[in-house]
T-cell receptor, first 115, second 109 residues
């Protein structure tokens, strides 16, 4: 049990669909992250939130839209995705963004397939 | 971002020690060295971190070179469950973890 949960665990969607990925952390952390992991590639950082404010957006296409309504929840809204967006989407959290000693805790990921 | 270099893959036998190397010649004085691992079909998990001194915990040991330009993650007795991708990451203040390709560790019985 890592304290970070993600739903759904698997998602298949068409290119015209709109869906949302949900992440919840039960650790009282103040920073949350979205990563993308495509097949055979390293994790790519997508978005960073600290104290519910977005502090980093790594050139992610606008078809991915994050939302952080409170410090425990993070969403990734998806619309008009492309097949190349099929990947494992991982959420993580840490106590703070600032401390170099903070550990990031990851959820199990959502396996997304875009048809 | 400060870079790390790791071998693409390593092999080990069960119950033997494993030394996973990492080079980080451009490390700054305030960067912490973190190690994470990712088991198949799971998200990454924290293993260990350190700054200058060697560190031990229940999972592994971290040996840091005196000049901090390299480090080694030591698994004292590898098990089949240790087969994973191991990532060496330099953690800077105010940033998220940036992952490289890591080292894929295979463990044979």
């Amino acid at each position: 049990e890592t304290g970070v949960t993600q739903t759904p665990r698997h998602l298949v969607m068409g290119m015209t669909n709109k869906k949302s990925l949900k992440c919840e952390q039960h650790l009282g952390h103040n920073a949350m992250y979205w990563y993308k992991q495509s097949a055979k590639k390293p994790l790519e950082l997508m978005f960073v939130y600290s104290l519910e404010e977005r502090v980093e957006n790594n050139s992610v296409p606008s078809r991915f839209s994050p939302e952080c309504p409170n410090s425990s929840h993070l969403f990734l809204h998806l619309h008009t995705l492309q097949p190349e967006d099929s990947a494992l989407y991982l959420c993580a959290s840490s106590q703070t963004l600032a401390a170099r000693t903070d550990t990031q805790y990851f959820g199990p990921g959502t396996r997304l397939t875009v048809l | 971002d400060a870079k790390t270099t790791q071998p693409n893959s390593m092999e080990s036998n069960e119950e033997e020690p494993v030394h996973l190397p990492c080079n980080h010649s451009t490390i700054s004085g305030t960067d912490y060295i973190h190690w994470y691992r990712q088991l198949p079909s799971q998200g990454p998990e924290y293993v260990i971190h350190g700054l200058t001194s060697n560190v031990n915990n229940r999972m592994a040991s971290l040996a840091i070179a005196e000049d901090r330009k390299s480090s080694t993650l030591i698994l004292h007795r590898a098990t089949l469950r240790d087969a994973a991708v191991y990532y060496c990451i330099l953690r800077q203040a105010g940033t998220a973890l940036i992952f490289g390709k890591g080292t894929t560790l295979s463990v044979s019985s």
